[in-house]
């Protein structure tokens, strides 16, 4: 029997791979023109993405599924209309969005009728979001009516967009005005809070040095740090230094104009250690050994026997009779030794280490902010072992092989920046403990204010009541959807 060759054993298997991708994409594709007949246009796309993912050149692939979203698109823009025929406008108005976000998704721009419904229900909408935007300028929350614009802005044509974004940032403005004229002596953080709010619409004015003097005496505008590094390694000494300073600096007690100096006291020890022990391993293998081994064999020889041979006499016609000589195989049996193979475990004696490691942290911190003391405290330790050894014996299985530890610095990095988180959440603890306690003062805009914009320096999460309320009341907006659209703008 003739053997394929290497060559042509490749190229067999390389066209039935390419037959198995063909016939892949034919079957997806004939799904994908089956669902497409049914109206199941959802799942047409399935296929049809399954498809060309397999075959990015298949023609009518790529042809079938550009049909088969249009038709989505189409059903969606349909259910669009549904909606706002029943006057369910605001059912409407997000089933378009999600239009345009499939849009987006699919790098589709729309063509023949899906484009005439989808600006005709883009056109038929817009009056009931004008009228959102416009019901929140009333209502006095021009940030709540940036929000709404800002959330339905792609229903929104770019004159018309305009056109009410001019409206808003007005009406914006004026609420600045407004706000301003709230502003009383000793409430700091109103101030400043004011100060960003009129900010986000174009008002540059900047904080009056009389608020900004107040905000800064009730903060900390260093901290004297002292890490006692005897027992620490200088790496331990410098990460410390570096992460509760950054940890300072990110908390609310802290502004870089701030009078106050608040200190730091660490002491802590550090260690990595690492031993190495020499020990013998054995590496367990097979091989063949050969052996003699005595087995019945099978043989052939010649035997010699006499066989009678008649002859007759052409003469006389006498019949004579001789014996004649002959040789014949015979097939015996003997006893031979043999050689044989067997495998043999062995195994192979080589020197490696065991490696150790002992790699442990302790820090202790005590913090004062002027009267009011922090601590913080870790301790932590990691051991391993492993083996590590310079054999190359491929026979055997055996490759050097160094010790997987831990990265002594990595590990001791995580562990200081762990107890500057410990340290940061401490002093944010103390700030809301201090000064996230709804004291009932409302008799001004600015005390409530000022109240709820101390206790937010933390950025609590969730924000307590009052100060939620205190959101919703003054702009119409959650805390957290307001402070995004804020700090956003700032």
Same mark, same amino acid.
């Given at each position: 029997?003739?053997?394929?060759?290497?060559?042509?054993?490749?190229?067999?298997?390389?066209?039935?791979?390419?037959?198995?991708?063909?016939?892949?994409?034919?079957?997806?594709?004939?799904?994908?023109?089956?669902?497409?007949?049914?109206?199941?246009?959802? /799942?047409?796309?399935?296929?049809?993405?399954?498809?060309?993912?397999?075959?990015?050149?298949?023609?009518?692939?790529?042809?079938?599924?550009?049909?088969?979203?249009?038709?989505?698109?189409?059903?969606?823009?349909?259910?669009?209309?549904?909606?706002?025929?029943?006057?369910?406008?605001?059912?409407?108005?997000?089933?378009? =969005? +999600?239009?345009?976000?499939?849009?987006?998704?699919?790098?589709?721009?729309?063509? +023949?009728?899906?484009?005439?419904? /989808?600006?005709?229900?883009?056109?038929?909408?817009?009056?009931?979001?004008?009228?959102?935007?416009?019901?929140?300028?009333?209502?006095?929350?021009?940030?709540?009516?940036?929000?709404?614009?800002?959330?339905?802005?792609?229903?929104?044509?770019?004159?018309?967009? %305009?056109?009410?974004?001019?409206?808003?940032?007005?009406?914006?403005?004026?609420?600045?005005?407004?706000? $301003?004229?709230?502003?009383?002596?000793?409430?700091?953080?109103?101030?400043?809070?004011?100060?960003?709010?009129?900010?986000?619409?174009?008002?540059?004015?900047?904080?009056?040095?009389?608020?900004?003097?107040?905000?800064?005496?009730?903060?900390?505008?260093?901290?004297?740090?002292?890490?006692?590094? *005897?027992?620490?390694?200088?790496?331990?000494?410098?990460?410390?230094?570096?992460?509760?300073?950054?940890?300072?600096?990110?908390?609310?007690?802290?502004?870089?104009?701030?009078?106050?100096? @608040?200190?730091?006291?660490?002491?802590?020890?550090?260690? =990595?250690?690492?031993?190495?022990?020499?020990?013998?391993?054995?590496?367990?293998?097979?091989?063949?050994?050969?052996?003699?081994?005595?087995?019945?064999?099978?043989?052939?020889?010649?035997?010699?026997?006499?066989?009678?041979?008649?002859?007759?006499?052409?003469?006389?016609?006498?019949?004579?009779?001789?014996?004649e000589r002959r040789n014949r195989p015979e097939v015996y049996e003997t006893v031979e030794?043999?050689?044989?193979?067997?495998?043999?475990?062995?195994?192979? $004696?080589?020197?490696?280490?065991?490696?150790?490691?002992?790699?442990?942290?302790?820090?202790?911190?005590?913090?004062?902010?002027?009267?009011?003391?922090?601590?913080?405290?870790?301790?932590?330790?990691?051991? %391993?072992?492993?083996? *590590?050894?310079?054999?190359?014996?491929?026979?055997? +299985?055996?490759?050097?092989?160094?010790?997987?530890?831990?990265?002594?610095?990595?590990?001791?990095?995580? $562990?200081?920046? /762990?107890?500057?988180?410990?340290?940061?959440?401490?002093?944010?603890?103390?700030?809301?403990?201090?000064?996230?306690?709804?004291?009932?003062?409302?008799?001004?805009? @600015?005390?409530?204010?000022?109240?709820?914009?101390?206790?937010?320096?933390?950025?609590?999460?969730?924000?307590?009541?009052?100060?939620?309320?205190?959101?919703?009341?003054?702009?119409?907006?959650?805390?957290?959807?307001?402070?995004?659209?804020?700090?956003?703008?700032?």
């Amino acid at each position: 029997m003739k053997l394929a060759s290497a060559s042509g054993l490749a190229g067999t298997i390389t066209a039935m791979a390419a037959l198995m991708v063909q016939i892949g994409c034919t079957s997806m594709k004939e799904r994908g023109s089956q669902a497409m007949e049914a109206g199941n246009y959802e /799942q047409a796309v399935t296929f049809y993405e399954q498809s060309v993912a397999r075959d990015p050149g298949d023609a009518e692939a790529v042809a079938g599924l550009r049909r088969s979203r249009e038709q989505v698109l189409s059903q969606r823009l349909i259910q669009v209309r549904n909606a706002r025929l029943a006057g369910n406008l605001d059912a409407a108005v997000s089933s378009l =969005i +999600g239009v345009f976000e499939t849009q987006k998704k699919w790098e589709m721009t729309p063509g +023949g009728g899906v484009a005439f419904t /989808q600006q005709e229900e883009r056109e038929m909408l817009q009056p009931h979001l004008a009228a959102k935007v416009e019901s929140d300028l009333k209502g006095g929350f021009p940030l709540r009516a940036q929000s709404t614009l800002k959330a339905y802005s792609a229903v929104f044509d770019p004159v018309g967009a %305009a056109r009410i974004q001019a409206r808003v940032q007005q009406s914006g403005k004026g609420s600045c005005e407004t706000l $301003r004229k709230e502003l009383i002596a000793g409430k700091p953080y109103f101030s400043h809070w004011v100060a960003n709010y009129c900010r986000f619409w174009g008002d540059t004015a900047k904080l009056g040095d009389a608020a900004k003097g107040a905000l800064s005496d009730g903060l900390f505008g260093k901290m004297q740090l002292t890490v006692h590094a *005897e027992a620490l390694s200088p790496e331990v000494h410098g990460a410390v230094n570096e992460a509760l300073s950054k940890a300072f600096r990110n908390s609310p007690w802290y502004d870089p104009s701030g009078k106050h100096v @608040a200190t730091a006291s660490v002491t802590g020890s550090s260690k =990595i250690e690492k031993s190495r022990d020499g020990i013998i391993l054995e590496q367990p293998y097979q091989e063949n050994e050969s052996y003699i081994e005595n087995a019945v064999v099978k043989k052939t020889r010649q035997v010699e026997y006499f066989e009678p041979v008649r002859t007759t006499d052409p003469a006389t016609g006498q019949i004579s009779e001789k014996l004649e000589r002959r040789n014949r195989p015979e097939v015996y049996e003997t006893v031979e030794p043999q050689t044989r193979k067997r495998p043999v475990s062995r195994t192979y $004696r080589y020197p490696a280490f065991r490696v150790r490691q002992h790699l442990s942290l302790h820090l202790s911190a005590q913090f004062d902010l002027e009267g009011k003391p922090v601590e913080a405290l870790l301790t932590d330790s990691h051991e %391993a072992e492993a083996i *590590e050894h310079d054999e190359n014996q491929p026979k055997y +299985g055996l490759k050097p092989k160094r010790a997987d530890l831990m990265d002594a610095s990595r590990w001791s990095r995580e $562990r200081v920046e /762990q107890f500057a988180a410990s340290f940061k959440n401490k002093v944010t603890e103390l700030w809301v403990t201090d000064y996230c306690r709804d004291s009932g003062d409302a008799g001004t805009l @600015a005390h409530s204010g000022n109240q709820v914009e101390l206790c937010m320096r933390a950025r609590v999460e969730p924000a307590p009541g009052f100060a939620e309320a205190w959101y919703q009341k003054i702009l119409g907006l959650p805390y957290r959807e307001a402070r995004a659209l804020l700090d956003v703008g700032m």
